[in-house]
């Protein structure tokens, strides 16, 4: 089942860099809930309305995920993401610490939430 999951997770990357909104809905569950590295929340539609209109694009996207557990047809992922792109027509590049939550139907895994904070110093302290 991990290598499944992680598989669902190359599938929305690919989605993401390849600029392909329709598999990249396929990817995610409807009730999804999405937290960015700056701290945004969106749901489905919002996620997928930013991404189609071109205000974040992806250019490139690893995602490293370094621990998986799965009960009862639900997945969480931790992991190491990179990404590089756009946001508001602003070039972006950064690392993140990544949790991320799959749901299957016993077909399909889908994205259900994900949540990314980036890496960078301790509030009053250094790294």
Do not use: N
């Amino acid at each position: 089942m991990v290598s499944a999951v992680e598989a669902a997770d190359q599938a929305r990357i690919s989605a993401l860099t390849a600029g392909d909104a329709d598999a990249l809905r396929r990817s995610l569950h409807p009730d999804l809930t999405y937290i960015h590295s700056h701290g945004q929340v969106d749901d489905l539609t919002r996620y997928l309305s930013d991404f189609s209109s071109g205000i974040v694009v992806y250019d490139s996207v690893g995602h490293d995920i370094e621990v998986t557990t799965v009960t009862d047809g639900v997945a969480l992922a931790v992991g190491v993401m990179s990404v590089a792109g756009k946001f508001a027509g602003r070039q972006v590049e950064f690392r993140s610490r990544t949790m991320s939550v799959w749901e299957s139907d016993g077909q399909t895994w889908r994205l259900r939430g994900f949540h990314s904070s980036r890496f960078g110093g301790r509030p009053g302290g250094s790294d």
